[in-house]
């Protein structure tokens, strides 16, 4: 069974920072694009991030753009999303998600693979 593992969520004060990992299990996915997505209590899931299969093109949230960086290493089948200048409205479960076909990458329901989250909490 294909699986998405997240890891690297945790607690930390504004301005800290945090660097999540996504590490498949079952297959590998060099081939897929990859995307990080968030959902807050109360709020819809939404795109953070994207990087093309070969890792050329990355996306941004205009939320996000500036303080975070996705990229992978297809050697070691892992994509990063590294966030600096945490604000407390990144609060969220962070969700990683693999897309096979050259769908948007801004839209949920293109992904085929998702993980079970995890927790991002920033203090004030």
């Known amino acids: 069974q294909v699986q998405l593992v997240e890891s690297g969520g945790g607690l930390v004060q504004a301005g800290g920072s945090l660097r999540l990992s996504c590490a498949p299990s079952?297959?590998?996915?060099?081939?897929?694009?990859m995307g990080w997505f968030r959902q807050a209590p109360g709020k819809e899931r939404e795109f953070v991030a994207a990087?093309?299969?070969?890792?050329?093109?990355?996306y941004y949230a205009d939320s996000v753009k500036g303080r975070f960086t996705i990229s992978r290493d297809n050697g070691k089948n892992t994509v990063y999303l590294q966030m600096n200048s945490l604000k407390p409205e990144d609060t969220a479960v962070y969700y990683c998600?693999?897309?096979?076909?050259?769908?948007?990458?801004?839209?949920?329901?293109?992904?085929?693979?998702w993980g079970q989250g995890t927790q991002v909490t920033v203090s004030s």
């Open positions: 990087i093309s299969w070969r890792g050329v093109s990355t």
């Open positions: 079952g297959r590998t996915f060099w081939n897929y694009a």
């Open positions: 998600a693999a897309m096979r076909t050259g769908s948007s990458y801004y839209t949920a329901s293109s992904y085929d693979y």
